[in-house]
Each structure stands twice: as C-alpha cells, then as structure tokens.
C-alpha cells in the first residue's frame, strides 16, 4: 500500500470522475476485513443520500485504507473502526474552521476510533518508518480533498475528509 500511495501522492495527471463514496467505502471495508480480519469491526454509516464525489477514486480509495491502517495500528488488541459519510456545504460565511476548503459542496468521510492512549495522526503507532498517512493526505490534498484529525483529548479519534462534491445524488 504505501509504494502505491506514494506513487499516487506524486502523480501529475488525476483521473477525476464522479465517484460512488457508498461504493468505495465498501471496497475499503472488504481490503480491510481482509487484511485485519479477526482484529477488526468495521460499521458504516452512509449519508441517507450521499452526493457523488469528483475526485480521483483511486487517490480516495488508497487514502481511506492507509488512514484507516494508521487507526487499526493505534488499536493494537483491536476495536471499532467506524465510516460515517454526510453531505457538506462549505460557504463563504462560515465560521473559521480547521479545514481551508474552497466554498462548495463536499462528502465528509469520517474515519473514528477508539484508542488505548490518546492518538496522533504522526505514524508513531506504525511498525514500520513509512510515512504512508502523511503521502495518503497528500495526494488528497492535491486531488482536491481536505483532512483533518479530531479528538475528544483522551482516546477517541477521527479522521475527518472533506471530498469535493457536484451535489448530485
């Protein structure tokens, strides 16, 4: 995974098309039940009509499974991994926030979990020294996408993309 995703992060030419988020997630559920199994649960919750994303799927699809092998590394004997989706409109108006996106309208994907210790987006809970995370977000951010990290301060996480939507269902 993270030679793909870096090769993706340093791609010039994105595949943007209108992408299935419902559809991706559950690829990225089937990699992830396959890679983890027994150590893993993984709900989704999708929006009840998700927009479509205009996005590189492939960029999507990498970042969502390296961001979510980043959580299941923080869960060591385990846990929940849990996928929410909703329908975003980011205007001009709106408050400060902690992701810059453009106004328009977006997916966010919610990527949560429970921890044993307070969690850090850092790759500190990866065994290995890949920084696959940080290349995943990366390419996102150049395909379009947004990401932030939010926690409640002890031991719930999540990983918050804001993906560009065209609205439509």
Known sequence: VSTRVRGLSQR????????????LLAAVQDDLRRTFG????VAVQPAPHPWTV????????????????????????????????????????RPASPVTARPGRYVRV????????????????RRDSDDTGVAAIEALRRAGGRVMVETDGHRVASVVLL?????VT
């Open 12 to 23: 010039r030419e994105q595949a943007v098309r209108a992408v299935d988020i419902d559809a």
């Open 38 to 41: 027994h150590r893993l649960s």
């Open 54 to 93: 205009s996005i590189d799927r492939a960029v999507v699809h990498h970042a969502l499974a390296a961001l979510s092998a980043e959580a299941i590394e923080a869960m060591p004997h385990g846990g929940t991994l849990t996928f929410r989706t909703m329908n975003v409109e980011v205007g001009i108006r």
């Open 110 to 125: 919610e990527i949560s979990y429970l921890t044993a210790e307070p969690p850090a987006l850092s790759g500190q809970h």
């Open 163 to 167: 993906l560009p939507s065209d609205g």
